[in-house]
């Protein structure tokens, strides 16, 4: 978006800008959350890294009750002794964590249903938008071509033909008795005709049936289906509290004019979602240097993207890099319930770009949104990935 859209509509919106360095947690606490409150509040000014936040307030201070002697004394401990004190702690929060939560489970629910939940376990996001609009592409992009072909739901038969299930490979592990859930990208690349009424039905079935974490509509000039069948679906998503993303692929092709004219129209189904507010990210590009995701509160998010490096042979042979997906990924997993963030990060754990630029931050986030436990916050240095290994021991392996 050109600084003279940013102007006029700067009484409407908050921007922030978002730097790909590492930040202090005085300057960007607020920032990073969203709940910036004035246009004063901003961030440092120089390249690099971006990385997510982390809250000083989950640590424990030594002035604060939580933090007993045991504690205090643990820190001036040498490493190895320090690490066992933490994990024998933390071994015990968790058992009687697990035991009261598993105690509430049976006082509310029967053998069965507690069993159809540990067996089920499993995350998905559904991918709409015409056919050859760059959706696999995205997928690939966001997944770091983790993914391989799945059977489709047997309560999905007929849509067989106009869906496609792939199933997200996750972590490196080969144990099974490392249990993990699983996530399924599901796309509709066999829908040709999206002025077809039926279109809205089916895909509201598939939406009542998979129950996804997040929905992301793929758009472009040209390509665009019916502005009332897309606001039926994604209502509907508001509606369920799924989270929508508006992604304009091929962001290098086409006009500018074209592009823009296809978000406007996108934004204004969005709308409703909440209140507008434009997030900046800086870039390595010297001609255009921000690269925007505009956000509605935190259920939906409009953005454009180049999945692959673009090349236009008729205008230029300068290759456009890959761009936005990064950025994209991160808007997504900052915006997703604690419920449904476990399935993001596991879907994008392939994405090897996303990861290195916020992996000194990679333990921050997970705590963040997972953790609930004091002495895991105290001590998450000395262990935590031996409480989410599903996640961390692929962080680990691929860049520790």
């Given at each position: 978006?050109?600084n003279?859209?940013?102007?006029?509509?700067?009484?409407?919106?908050?921007?922030?800008?978002?730097?790909?360095?590492?930040?202090?947690?005085?300057?960007?606490a607020?920032?990073?959350?969203?709940?910036?409150t004035?246009?004063?509040?901003?961030?440092?000014?120089?390249?690099?890294?971006f990385?997510?936040?982390?809250s000083?307030?989950?640590?424990?201070?030594?002035?604060?009750?939580?933090?007993?002697?045991?504690?205090?004394?643990?820190?001036?401990e040498d490493?190895?002794?320090?690490?066992?004190?933490f994990?024998a702690?933390?071994?015990?929060?968790?058992?009687?964590?697990?035991?009261?939560?598993?105690?509430?489970?049976?006082?509310?629910?029967?053998?069965?249903?507690?069993?159809?939940?540990?067996?089920?376990?499993?995350?998905?996001?559904?991918?709409?938008?015409?056919?050859?609009?760059?959706?696999?592409?995205?997928?690939?992009?966001?997944?770091?071509?983790?993914?391989?072909?799945?059977?489709?739901?047997?309560?999905?038969?007929?849509?067989?033909?106009?869906?496609?299930?792939?199933?997200?490979?996750?972590?490196?592990?080969?144990?099974?008795?490392?249990?993990?859930?699983?996530?399924?990208?599901?796309?509709?690349?066999?829908?040709?005709?999206?002025?077809?009424?039926?279109?809205?039905?089916?895909?509201?079935?598939?939406?009542?049936?998979?129950?996804?974490?997040?929905?992301?509509?793929?758009a472009?000039?040209?390509?665009?289906?019916?502005?009332?069948?897309?606001?039926?679906?994604?209502?509907?998503c508001?509606?369920?509290?799924?989270?929508?993303?508006?992604?304009?692929?091929n962001?290098?092709?086409?006009?500018r004019?074209a592009?823009?004219?296809?978000?406007?129209?996108?934004?204004?189904?969005?709308?409703?979602?909440?209140?507008?507010k434009?997030?900046?990210?800086?870039?390595?590009?010297?001609?255009l240097?921000?690269?925007?995701?505009?956000?509605?509160?935190d259920?939906?998010?409009?953005?454009?993207?180049?999945?692959?490096?673009?090349?236009?042979?008729?205008?230029?042979?300068?290759?456009?890099?890959?761009?936005?997906i990064?950025?994209?990924?991160?808007c997504?997993?900052?915006?997703?319930?604690?419920?449904?963030?476990?399935?993001?990060?596991?879907?994008?754990?392939g994405?090897?770009?996303?990861?290195?630029?916020?992996?000194h931050?990679?333990?921050?986030?997970?705590?963040?949104?997972?953790?609930?436990?004091?002495?895991i916050?105290?001590?998450?240095?000395?262990?935590?990935?031996?409480?989410?290994s599903?996640?961390?021991?692929?962080?680990?392996?691929l860049?520790?």
């Amino acid at each position: 978006m050109n600084n003279e859209v940013v102007n006029e509509q700067q009484s409407e919106e908050t921007t922030i800008t978002f730097l790909f360095e590492p930040i202090t947690n005085e300057n960007n606490a607020n920032a990073f959350d969203g709940h910036s409150t004035s246009d004063e509040e901003s961030l440092p000014s120089s390249p690099s890294n971006f990385q997510l936040p982390i809250s000083e307030e989950k640590f424990l201070d030594p002035n604060d009750e939580g933090f007993t002697e045991q504690s205090i004394d643990s820190i001036t401990e040498d490493h190895s002794t320090s690490s066992l004190n933490f994990m024998a702690n933390r071994d015990n929060e968790l058992k009687r964590t697990q035991i009261a939560v598993e105690q509430a489970m049976i006082n509310n629910a029967y053998e069965n249903e507690i069993q159809y939940v540990k067996d089920t376990l499993e995350f998905n996001i559904l991918l709409m938008g015409a056919p050859r609009i760059g959706k696999s592409q995205l997928t690939n992009a966001l997944t770091g071509n983790k993914i391989h072909k799945a059977q489709t739901s047997s309560s999905l038969e007929s849509c067989t033909q106009r869906l496609e299930r792939y199933e997200v490979k996750c972590g490196l592990s080969n144990d099974s008795s490392n249990e993990q859930s699983k996530v399924f990208i599901w796309d509709t690349k066999g829908i040709e005709n999206w002025s077809d009424d039926n279109v809205v039905r089916e895909l509201i079935h598939v939406i009542e049936t998979i129950h996804p974490i997040a929905v992301i509509y793929c758009a472009a000039p040209g390509t665009f289906a019916k502005l009332h069948q897309v606001d039926i679906i994604l209502n509907y998503c508001m509606y369920k509290s799924i989270f929508c993303a508006a992604v304009i692929t091929n962001m290098w092709s086409g006009t500018r004019e074209a592009r823009l004219s296809v978000q406007n129209d996108l934004e204004k189904i969005l709308e409703r979602f909440g209140p507008r507010k434009i997030l900046e990210f800086d870039t390595n590009d010297p001609i255009l240097r921000k690269h925007e995701v505009i956000m509605y509160g935190d259920k939906a998010l409009c953005t454009m993207v180049n999945s692959t490096p673009f090349v236009n042979l008729d205008l230029s042979s300068i290759e456009k890099p890959i761009r936005g997906i990064d950025e994209l990924t991160y808007c997504i997993m900052q915006s997703l319930a604690e419920d449904k963030v476990r399935g993001w990060c596991q879907a994008v754990l392939g994405n090897r770009s996303f990861w290195q630029k916020i992996r000194h931050q990679t333990y921050g986030f997970v705590l963040e949104k997972y953790s609930q436990l004091p002495i895991i916050a105290e001590k998450l240095q000395y262990g935590l990935e031996k409480v989410f290994s599903d996640v961390l021991n692929t962080l680990t392996t691929l860049f520790l």
